[in-house]
């Protein structure tokens, strides 16, 4: 599938009930638990109730929409931090075999396109781990810019420095 087809086939859409199946089976996937800080194997009624939370959610500064590729749930994008015209741009895949292949890129551009269309957001923040090196070429190539370098947190096992981004658009 070429770059065109792939964002055509690239949706942002609500995230519903209908989707907690989807949820978690991700639940169940050492490499996304890991790398989103999920607790693999989570108790599936917790997970439900986290899920009926993140759908119900009437929080003014943050926004999870779901990530849809060719008509199925694969992750999701989160705008939180909601202030006047900035937003915090996150990006999850749930599907880690569909990693390393443009679709975060994808879901952020149409991310931002939600955003900026719909809650007039021209600037975009963004924080990743210093070792996650697909998150943080996926920021370059959107073409964020590093900020600054402030705390760290585990990633995968390991400490790792915080980097802090921006986009304006």
Not at 32 to 43: L, Q, T
Not at 75 to 85: Q, T, V, W
């Amino acid at each position: 599938m070429n770059a065109d087809e792939l964002f055509i086939n690239i949706k942002i859409r609500p995230i519903s009930m209908d989707d907690y199946e989807t949820v978690l089976k991700w639940s169940k996937d050492e490499a996304f638990c890991s790398a989103n800080g999920w607790e693999r194997n989570r108790d599936p009624k917790e997970l439900y109730n986290w899920w009926y939370s993140c759908v119900n959610n009437k929080n003014d500064h943050f926004i999870r929409m779901g990530i849809e590729f060719e008509e199925k749930l694969i992750g999701y994008a989160d705008l939180a931090e909601i202030k006047n015209d900035t937003a915090e741009l996150g990006i999850a895949i749930g599907e880690s075999q569909l990693w390393g292949q443009g679709i975060g890129s994808i879901s952020a551009k149409h991310m931002m396109e939600y955003a900026a269309n719909n809650l007039g957001i021209t600037k975009f923040t963004a924080e990743t781990h210093e070792t996650n090196i697909r998150s943080r070429k996926m920021l370059e190539k959107l073409g964020f810019k590093e900020i600054s370098r402030i705390g760290s947190e585990h990633y995968l096992g390991s400490m790792s420095q915080l980097i802090q981004f921006i986009k304006k658009i």
